[in-house]
């Protein structure tokens, strides 16, 4: 499998707009796809670990096809189609009354909530704040009930460094972009949450009539990670994995979950390229020979 999804990525650009999900044995899976957008943190992340990978190391008993097919990518970008971990019961006869499965899937990235007019929302809502996710009506029902992980290898952020010496005042601000990653090459399981969306202009039997969609939760950055960005994503540990995606968890108990601990990571500055989501290539996360940081951000392991 690894071969095909190799292929399919040299064929392309890495772009992946307009990516049709096909329907899952668990729930009615919508069509995914939309145009690639710049976002906050965290608004880019790598997934290039093939699918068969990520399904033994993270017990997933099913894979849909989708998730099998879909290329690896070095550049995600918001309203990309990307992989969710998810715990769902089997659809028995039009029914979720089946054996809870732990499943591969994939989702658009950013929040569509139920009750929204028009799927636009989603692209303002790749990231959801842990601090207020009980608040907010468009992520507190599906912390209860609809958690996901979302498997990455690492994520990419942008450190804004001083104006050099002489420059105007309303000069563009520098930044030094970083490669974020697990400090022990493991992957970066994100928490994360979804939701389906249903389009009303389209006919019951019309496979896209459904949409799914899930958001990054994000927490105030740790000590050695608040020198590049005041924000992190929840990478969530081995032992938190089965409690988060549990969906006898609630939400009190989940929150429990993803304000606790979380996965030591390694930082890397890197090229300036992986700022365009035109740019998908392994070659985004190689260290920048001649980083413009003066004062690198150093942690964990290279």
Same mark, same amino acid.
């Given at each position: 499998?690894?071969?095909?999804?190799s292929?399919? @990525?040299?064929?392309g650009?890495?772009? #992946?707009?307009?990516?049709?999900?096909?329907?899952?044995?668990?729930?009615? %899976?919508?069509?995914?796809?939309?145009?690639r957008? =710049?976002?906050?943190?965290?608004?880019? @992340?790598?997934?290039?670990?093939?699918?068969?990978d990520?399904?033994d190391?993270?017990?997933?008993?099913?894979?849909?096809?989708?998730?099998?097919l879909?290329?690896?990518? %070095?550049?995600?970008? +918001?309203?990309d +189609?990307?992989r969710?971990?998810?715990?769902?019961?089997r659809?028995?006869d039009?029914?979720?009354t089946g054996? /809870?499965?732990?499943?591969?899937?994939?989702?658009?990235?950013?929040?569509?909530p139920?009750?929204?007019?028009?799927?636009?929302v989603?692209?303002r809502?790749i990231?959801?704040?842990?601090?207020?996710l009980?608040?907010?009506?468009a992520?507190?029902?599906?912390?209860?009930v609809?958690?996901? #992980?979302?498997?990455?290898?690492? @994520?990419?952020?942008?450190?804004k460094?001083?104006?050099?010496?002489?420059?105007p005042?309303?000069?563009?601000v520098?930044k030094?972009? @970083?490669? /974020?990653?697990p400090?022990?090459?493991?992957?970066?399981?994100?928490a994360?949450?979804y939701e389906?969306w249903? =389009?009303?202009?389209k006919?019951?039997? =019309?496979?896209?009539?459904?949409l799914?969609?899930?958001?990054v939760?994000?927490?105030?950055?740790?000590?050695?990670?608040?020198?590049?960005?005041?924000r !992190?994503p929840?990478?969530l +540990?081995?032992?938190?994995?089965d409690a988060?995606?549990?969906?006898?968890?609630?939400?009190?108990?989940a929150?429990?979950?993803?304000?606790?601990p979380?996965?030591? !990571?390694a930082?890397?500055?890197?090229?300036?390229?992986?700022?365009?989501?035109?740019?998908?290539r392994?070659?985004? /996360?190689?260290?920048d020979?001649?980083?413009? =940081? +003066?004062?690198?951000?150093?942690?964990g392991?290279?």
């Amino acid at each position: 499998m690894a071969a095909i999804l190799s292929k399919r @990525y040299d064929r392309g650009t890495g772009n #992946l707009r307009g990516h049709v999900v096909s329907p899952l044995t668990l729930h009615a %899976w919508p069509a995914v796809g939309g145009v690639r957008d =710049d976002g906050p943190m965290c608004g880019r @992340y790598a997934s290039f670990r093939d699918a068969q990978d990520l399904a033994d190391d993270l017990a997933v008993a099913d894979i849909a096809d989708d998730a099998r097919l879909l290329p690896p990518s %070095w550049n995600v970008a +918001p309203t990309d +189609p990307v992989r969710i971990v998810v715990e769902r019961p089997r659809r028995i006869d039009g029914k979720n009354t089946g054996e /809870i499965t732990r499943s591969l899937r994939v989702a658009r990235w950013g929040l569509v909530p139920s009750w929204a007019k028009d799927p636009g929302v989603g692209a303002r809502m790749i990231n959801a704040r842990s601090e207020s996710l009980l608040e907010k009506s468009a992520f507190a029902k599906p912390l209860g009930v609809r958690r996901c #992980l979302l498997p990455a290898d690492g @994520y990419f952020e942008w450190r804004k460094l001083e104006l050099p010496p002489g420059a105007p005042a309303k000069a563009k601000v520098p930044k030094q972009p @970083y490669w /974020i990653h697990p400090d022990d090459g493991d992957v970066a399981a994100l928490a994360g949450l979804y939701e389906f969306w249903r =389009d009303r202009s389209k006919a019951d039997d =019309d496979p896209d009539r459904w949409l799914v969609s899930a958001t990054v939760i994000t927490t105030a950055a740790s000590d050695d990670l608040e020198r590049i960005h005041d924000r !992190m994503p929840v990478v969530l +540990p081995r032992a938190a994995w089965d409690a988060w995606l549990d969906p006898a968890v609630g939400a009190d108990e989940a929150m429990a979950v993803v304000t606790g601990p979380q996965v030591g !990571m390694a930082t890397v500055p890197v090229g300036d390229a992986v700022g365009s989501v035109q740019n998908n290539r392994p070659s985004l /996360i190689e260290p920048d020979p001649d980083p413009r =940081d +003066p004062d690198v951000v150093a942690t964990g392991g290279a």
